[in-house]
């Protein structure tokens, strides 16, 4: 999925997990993955060979950063927090994400109403 402006993919995954960790950081793991399926009631399910890699990647490009922490008797916790060069890429992401949800709307929309007539 590109858009004309960009011509980059939108980053979905990438664009989902900063929106998490911006509204509810610092945050582990696990709380994305709960957080996540009860916001889409349901609907989105984060698997841990997805999530584990994609916040690797963008801890690497400095979007994010973690700290580990004890789990007081249970095993550590590594908890994620949104830096300003994230918080950055997310107002982008976020309205490339508006223009093409727009756009697919209008789309979607104009097809319908065309197969009636």
Same mark, same amino acid.
């Given at each position: 999925m590109t858009t004309?402006?960009?011509k980059q993919p939108i980053r979905v995954?990438?664009?989902l997990l900063l929106t998490i960790i911006s509204r509810y950081g610092?945050?582990?793991g696990y709380g994305m993955v709960q957080t996540v399926y009860r916001l889409?009631?349901?609907d989105i399910t984060l698997k841990e060979g997805t =999530?584990?890699?994609?916040l690797q990647k963008l801890e690497d490009r400095? =979007? =994010?950063t973690?700290?580990?922490e004890d789990g007081n008797g249970r095993p550590p916790r590594r908890y994620y927090d949104i830096t300003e060069e994230g918080r950055r890429e997310l107002s982008s992401n976020s309205e490339e994400w508006r223009r093409f949800s727009t756009a697919?709307?209008?789309v979607t929309k104009s097809n319908s109403a065309s197969q009636r007539s």
């Open positions: 004309e402006s960009s995954t990438d664009t610092p945050i582990h889409s009631e349901g =999530l584990y890699p994609a400095r =979007l =994010l973690s700290r580990r697919f709307n209008q």
